[in-house]
């Protein structure tokens, strides 16, 4: 296994909040970064050594990126996969683009699942209009018709109800190809984050709940409020999941639990998660960070929590009550330097440490 030294630099693909957190992580062990983004300005250019703004199949701007780093990897998933194809072919991309290819396809991602022996929601591929009123026949209503690719914050869904437009649905979600799930009555909503190392270690974080406001992640509880079993079950989904992929880096599992607490996988996400937040201020070792160990051949930390926590999104104006946070003895504040406050927009979060807590499980 070849490990980057200290001082070796890590090409990120992504310039968001994630990004921003992984450069930070990545300073604390002294490494550096350079951000490949399309955009300029990006949250994770500001704490950054190099920053490359291109088109993401700009080729020659990808050629300057892979000579100036020692290791890629993903800040999110919704890059097309050619020109990470590109880039594993001169220089380690981890994780690989064969986990891109499966986790950016809705069916992909379901089929993989199910191949291996987890548990998702019940599912049929939908190409065209016919396609989705056989769809519709098979899983039936409600349902949720979603985008195969590029969908994410409930973009590109649209819900099936009994009295639904077929025409008018598939015409919202943007007329194919796309994927209709069955609805699930689910008690909550949980995650599980497992890092997985070059040479196969693997470390996960306890089963967090998530909670959804218009789509969009507004609450994590660290750990989630289900029994022993369910939370075991939890994590060895997870870990099942990231070694049949072969993931060297992240891992992010949601799931759902019904009232009978059976385990549905709802999608896989190979990077760092925002329910994962909350480990920067409650463990010893963030997920950030242990993304950085894991794909720069170092051994993983302890996934182990000092305290329960809830993190809190600041979504758009929702941000404009940092100075009140700051007063609170408990809260820790993490603001993502967006210039711009937009409705449904992630501008920051907040995470409340709460009571002491036993040092989980490596």
């Not at 049929?124 to 914050?153: C, H, M, Q, W």
């Not at 040479?199 to 974080?205: A, P």
């Not at 104006?317 to 609170?328: A, F, G, R, S, Y």
Request: with cysteine; glycine share 10%; proline share 5%.
């Amino acid at each position: 296994m070849q490990r980057l030294e200290p001082g070796s630099v890590i090409g990120i693909l992504g310039g968001g909040q994630l990004g921003r957190m992984i450069a930070l992580a990545a300073a604390q062990l002294g490494y550096r970064c350079c951000i490949f983004s399309d955009v300029a300005n990006s949250p994770a250019e500001h704490v950054s050594e190099k920053t490359i703004v291109a088109a993401y199949t700009d080729l020659s701007a990808l050629d300057i990126f892979a000579a100036s780093v020692d290791v890629v990897t993903l800040e999110f998933e919704n890059i097309p996969e050619e020109p990470v194809k590109y880039l594993a072919e001169k220089v380690a991309v981890r994780p690989g683009p064969n986990v891109l290819a499966t986790a950016q396809d809705r069916v992909i991602e379901k089929k993989f699942l199910n191949k291996i022996g987890i548990v998702t929601t019940p599912f049929e591929p939908v190409a065209n209009l016919e396609g989705l009123e056989i769809a519709v026949e098979k899983v039936g209503r409600p349902s949720v018709l979603k985008t195969t690719r590029f969908g994410y914050d409930g973009k590109g869904q649209v819900k099936i109800d009994p009295d639904t437009g077929l025409e008018t649905a598939f015409s919202q979600m943007g007329k194919g190809p796309g994927i209709l799930e069955g609805w699930v009555d689910f008690a909550l909503e949980i995650s599980v984050i497992v890092a997985r190392g070059m040479d196969g270690e693997i470390v996960s974080y306890v089963p967090v709940e998530n909670r959804h406001v218009n789509h969009i992640l507004d609450t994590t509880i660290a750990p989630a409020g289900v029994s022993p079993s369910v939370a075991a079950g939890a994590g060895s989904i997870a870990r099942q999941a990231a070694e049949a992929l072969n993931v060297v880096g992240l891992l992010a599992v949601e799931m759902f639990v019904t009232r009978d607490d059976e385990i549905l996988v709802n999608e896989i996400a190979p990077r760092p998660h925002n329910s994962g937040h909350w480990t920067i201020d409650a463990c010893a070792i963030s997920q950030f960070q242990q993304l950085v160990r894991a794909i720069c051949g170092l051994p993983l930390g302890s996934a182990g929590r000092h305290s329960d926590a809830e993190m809190k999104n600041l979504i758009g104006d929702e941000v404009k009550v940092w100075p009140k946070i700051l007063e609170e003895a408990n809260a820790r504040l993490h603001l993502y330097g967006k210039s711009e406050i937009r409705s449904g927009r992630k501008m920051g979060h907040v995470t409340r440490l709460k009571v002491r807590a036993g040092r989980g499980e490596r």
